[in-house]
C-alpha cells in the first residue's frame, strides 16, 4: 500500500484537547507520585507511563495539532517491562499473590 492510500494513523486535535490531555497526564503523574509513597511500585509504574503517554498527546495535540488515534501498544509493553522488572527486585516475602 502506498503511503498517499494509507489510512492515517492519528486524529485532529485543538488547542482543547492539548488542554485535556495535559490535565489528565498531571493526574496520572499524581497517582504515580502517590502509589510511589505507598510503596505501590507497580501502579506507580503504570501510572507514570500514563502520564507519559498523556504528555505525549498534549504535546503532539499542541504543536500539530494531531494526536495518535490508535492504541498506544509501544507504551503497553515499556509499561509491561517496568512490572515484570518491579517483580524481580521485589523480595518473595513481600510479593502479593495477584498481579
Known sequence: MT????????RPATP??????????????????DSLGLGNRVAAAGN???AGIGA??????SRAAVVWKGEHSQHRLIWRES???????????SAGSCH
Open 3 to 10: 503511503a498517499a492510500r494509507r489510512q492515517s494513523q492519528t
Open 16 to 33: 482543547g484537547d492539548a488542554r485535556a490531555y495535559l490535565d489528565k497526564a498531571r493526574e496520572f503523574l499524581r497517582a504515580a507520585e
Open 48 to 50: 507514570a507511563v500514563h
Open 56 to 61: 505525549a498527546d498534549a504535546i503532539t495535540a
Open 83 to 93: 512490572e515484570a522488572r518491579m517483580d524481580e527486585e521485589q523480595p518473595l516475602s
